[in-house]
């Protein structure tokens, strides 16, 4: 079965200062999407990331993957408030049904 | 751009009533989702969709049924609202036969009282 670990599960970090948050999952699988959520909003496309060694950038966001240790990544760059909001990985289950497994999310804080 | 559209934004409802809730979406998506999500344990899969009349238990069907009679709408139903149903709904599309981007609609807090 597969599963989707995040980390951290939260994160309160310092505007201009840079950070990764982790994402984990345990079976094969050939899709990742990484989503962003604003308090009491719902959920938005950030990236999909398709291949191993892929990595898509928007902004102070750059998302990698590596299929082979079973790990993307979501790097912020010299953060800045506006991007106060809870992360979200979510990986396709290669398997029969191809459902969506979501990682519980990352909850970060950007402080002045 | 994708429009998923769900009917409330907000809801209170009663204990033992029952509760429909809409989704619409207008980009003839094949797959339809409902989640409910709760503080600490992310989202979580209640029924999906993959055609129309077609429907499939997620994680947590328990307490909740669904119904798609047509490809735009997909609705899921609480038979028997309780308290433990207290939570935000999410709505999703996406295109393809699994596994492709999905569109959210802006969700509905439900709260049983």
């Known amino acids: 079965e597969l599963k989707v670990e995040q980390n951290p599960l939260f994160l309160s970090m310092q505007e201009g200062k840079n950070y990764t948050i982790y994402c984990n999952y345990s079976t094969t699988s050939d899709r990742l999407y990484w989503y962003r959520q604003d308090p009491g909003k719902s959920l938005e496309s950030l990236f999909v990331l398709l291949s191993n060694g892929a990595v898509k950038q928007e902004g102070r966001l750059m998302a990698s993957l590596d299929t082979k240790a079973r790990l993307s990544t979501l790097h912020i760059t010299a953060a800045v408030h506006d991007l106060s909001a809870t992360y979200f990985c979510?990986?396709?289950?290669?398997?029969?049904?191809?459902?969506?497994?979501w990682g519980l999310g990352t909850s970060l804080a950007v402080n002045p | 751009d994708v429009k998923v559209t769900q009917s409330s934004r907000y809801l209170v409802k009663r204990t033992g009533e029952k509760v429909f809730l809409e989704c619409v979406q207008d980009?003839?998506?094949?797959?339809m989702f409902w989640y409910r999500q709760d503080p600490g344990l992310g989202l979580r899969l209640i029924y999906f969709s993959y055609d129309v009349k077609m429907k499939e238990k997620g994680d947590i069907p328990e307490g909740y049924s669904v119904s798609r009679e047509k490809k735009e709408r997909f609705s899921l139903i609480l038979e028997s609202a309780s308290t433990n149903q207290t939570s935000m709904y999410l709505c999703?599309?996406?295109?393809?036969?699994?596994?492709?981007?999905?569109?959210f609609g802006q969700g509905t807090r439900l709260t049983v009282v």
């Open positions: 980009m003839d998506h094949e797959n």
């Open positions: 999703a599309s996406s295109l393809g036969p699994g596994g492709t981007e999905a569109f």
């Open positions: 979510a990986v396709v289950n290669a398997g029969n049904n191809r459902k969506l497994i």
